[in-house]
């Protein structure tokens, strides 16, 4: 029987500045979008967590316009305060054993407008002395820039 035979020190560098080079590009990926400035968790939960979809038992309709540094302008008069708009509704459908929801956004961060569609389907059950329930949620995102140069 023949001994194992392990590669050389090369080998274990090359493997290492790989691994290194694909976790530095992969993470620098993710870094490139700016997210909506949200308060008010307690009446946006459809917002963050599809799988809450029925869970107050009835139709819930939620709006929430939130407008921050109200009144701020630049140079020109433009109106470039941070401004976010969200419109919700979900209810239970005792049919699909869970409950269905969908969400409307726009969120506009000076010259950037970004408007989202989102619909989403939570599956509940009885676990338990509890609830389980886990959600699925699809969308259409549509990203603008609107500058009058």
Not at 1 to 30: C, E, H, R
Not at 32 to 57: D, E, K, L, R, W
Not at 79 to 87: G, R, S
């Amino acid at each position: 029987m023949q001994a194992l035979k392990f590669p050389g020190k090369p080998f274990y560098q090359y493997i290492s500045v790989t691994l290194l080079l694909v976790n530095v590009l992969w993470a620098s990926d993710g870094i490139g979008q700016q997210t909506s400035v949200i308060t008010n968790y307690m009446f946006n939960n459809m917002v963050f967590n599809p799988a809450y979809a029925g869970q107050s038992g009835g139709i819930s309709i939620t709006g929430l316009i939130r407008e921050q540094l109200f009144g701020f302008k630049d140079s020109d008069g433009n109106k470039v305060a941070p401004e976010t708009m969200f419109l919700t509704i979900d209810a239970p459908i005792r049919v699909l054993h869970g409950g269905i929801g969908g969400m409307v956004s726009q969120d506009k961060i000076g010259f950037f407008k970004n408007t989202s569609v989102k619909l989403g389907y939570a599956y509940k059950a009885e676990l338990g002395s509890g609830i389980f329930s886990a959600g699925l949620q699809v969308g259409f995102q549509n990203g603008k820039f609107d500058s009058e140069w």
